[in-house]
């Protein structure tokens, strides 16, 4: 039974959809080319491979596997801050536009912050962990809100990080030229009291977290093709190593990886 009453099923399956159509553009089959577009390490992977004693198949597969997910973070960045567009006073600009604020929240009736504060508006940065800003970055942010509510006395600007160090609403101070900056309108907001704030349930986030698994499968499970990629990268790896001459398969791809980081330099050149 669907038992969340600030978004409906349909957008929420609509959603998760379309999270995971995110993912599958991303998920187009790697060839070596691809594979070395920002050159690999082959040091770094020479000591991983024998230090956690895995193989060269694991290894490749891992760096595969690193890539895609640098990538598919932008996926549930869009999973986190697309959803609010489904729940009543929440406004989601297309990128650029309003500020370059990810959420906009209003309420007509008011806003209460912890201290007892009420405003109208909620302009949000999101972020999927609290410590993915540097101090110039975090500078930055703060100097926006600060703008923003020197143009609106009436609202307060909330960073709102999904994996925070723990459940909070609190304000936000930051060192900007060896100066501490702080506003009672600038917050700190962990995800689940963002989503109690705006829905007035307390397990809103609770909720949508339970919902997820069997949605996910429903939809993966519905698919008309299977998205897994037929990777490439070990079977254009051993083509190599036959152009070699090195019997000993492990060393043949050993010998392909170092040419792949550093196939110009002196020595290497010769294989």
């Not at 973070?73 to 990128?95: L, M, S, T």
């Not at 986030?205 to 339970?210: A, D, S, V």
């Not at 000993?248 to 294989?271: C, R, V």
Request: proline share 2%; charged share 30%; hydrophobic share 35%.
């Amino acid at each position: 039974m669907w038992n969340i009453d600030f978004i409906s099923e349909d957008n929420f399956r609509k959603h998760v959809k379309e999270t995971i159509e995110k993912y599958g553009e991303k998920l187009k089959a790697i060839d070596l080319k691809q594979f070395n577009k920002n050159i690999v390490d082959p040091i770094k992977m020479l000591f991983d491979k024998n230090v956690y004693g895995i193989s060269w198949e694991e290894i490749i597969g891992n760096e595969i596997f690193r890539q895609r997910d640098k990538s598919n973070n932008n996926a549930i960045g869009y999973f986190h801050q697309r959803i609010f567009q489904y729940i009543d006073g929440c406004k989601v600009p297309e990128n650029g536009n309003d500020g370059g604020w990810d959420i906009i929240y209003t309420n007509k009736n008011g806003i209460k912050l912890p201290d007892e504060t009420v405003i109208h508006k909620v302009y949000v940065e999101m972020k999927n962990k609290h410590n993915t800003m540097n101090s110039a970055a975090a500078g930055k942010t703060m100097i926006k809100m600060q703008n923003q509510l020197i143009n609106d006395d009436d609202c307060a600007c909330f960073l709102v990080e999904v994996i925070a160090q723990k459940s909070q609403n609190v304000n936000w101070g930051v060192t900007v030229d060896k100066k501490k900056i702080s506003h009672k309108l600038i917050r700190r907001v962990s995800i689940d009291k963002f989503y109690s704030l705006i829905t007035g349930d307390d397990y809103a986030f609770y909720k949508i977290c339970n919902m997820l698994p069997k949605i996910i499968k429903e939809i993966i499970d519905n698919q008309e093709k299977q998205i897994i990629p037929n990777d490439t990268v070990i079977k254009e790896l051993k083509e190599m190593t036959r152009n070699l001459k090195i019997n000993i398969e492990d060393l043949a791809i050993q010998t392909a990886i170092f040419m792949l980081g550093f196939g110009n330099y002196k020595g290497f050149e010769k294989n």
